[in-house]
């Protein structure tokens, strides 16, 4: 399984931006970048998820480095419900198509 | 998407029993996996397991100590053999449903091994 490299944690403010970086230098063509978050005693949920350009949804953005070889997963305006581990995870289409997970990002949302 | 219903959401179990954990999705879905997330850890995939197949463990998991059955697209049961309070750890169901987009996680079972 292709490996990601994240910070072990990050600290932010309410209302602030807050840019999640992951290096995935062994990426291959055919993986998909996804984004989970676990909040505190709650199972993981899907955050994003793109394989080359840049992606939009209600929760968060994703950029893609052209190279694709590191993503960042953008929160514009980050709430105290953000506080959660984020794990940023390569999935291909071949094979089993499981989620491995590594040990995230634990991040920290100030008032 | 798919809703996941597992149970029981915790139990405290002896030494040496064993537990078996269902999962129930609100829909049929072909991949389903087992996690185990240990306190204050991140979660590791136990085994795959697909209908119609025998489960597929991940190095470091048995079938002996981890038997699972999928007798359905909505249904799948983990079991903890032989437990001991190294299996103390949250058990998570995990579905899904598109090769290429979300996948779903269960509320976890809380699992004590006393």
């Known amino acids: 399984d292709a490996k990601t490299t994240q910070p072990n944690s990050m600290e932010s403010n309410e209302e602030e931006p807050v840019h999640l970086p992951c290096n995935h230098s062994?990426?291959?063509?055919?993986?998909?970048i996804h984004w989970y978050r676990q909040l505190p005693s709650q199972g993981p949920e899907y955050v994003i998820h793109g394989l080359t350009s840049n992606v939009n949804n209600r929760m968060a953005s994703l950029a893609i480095a052209e190279d694709r070889k590191s993503s960042t997963l953008i929160l514009h305006r980050a709430t105290l419900r953000d506080a959660a581990v984020y794990y940023c995870i390569l999935r291909g289409l071949q094979g089993a198509q499981k989620l491995v997970f590594g040990q995230g990002t634990r991040l920290t949302i100030n008032p | 998407s798919a809703v996941i219903s597992q149970k029981p959401s915790r139990d405290i179990c002896q030494r040496g029993t064993s537990l078996t954990i269902q999962c129930q999705v609100d829909?049929?879905?072909?991949?389903m996996f087992w996690y185990r997330q240990q306190p204050g850890q991140s979660l590791t995939l136990i085994a795959t397991?697909?209908?119609?197949?025998?489960?597929?463990?991940e190095s470091g998991f048995v079938i002996d100590k981890f038997p699972i059955s999928r007798p359905n697209l909505t249904f799948s049961t983990l079991t903890v053999s032989n437990m001991s309070p190294e299996d103390s750890s949250i058990y998570l169901c995990?579905?899904?449903?598109?090769?290429?987009?979300?996948?779903?996680f269960g509320p976890g079972t809380r699992l004590t091994v006393l």
């Open positions: 062994t990426i291959s063509g055919t993986d998909y």
């Open positions: 995990s579905v899904l449903p598109d090769r290429v987009g979300e996948q779903f």
């Open positions: 829909s049929q879905v072909t991949m």
């Open positions: 397991a697909n209908q119609g197949s025998e489960a597929t463990y």
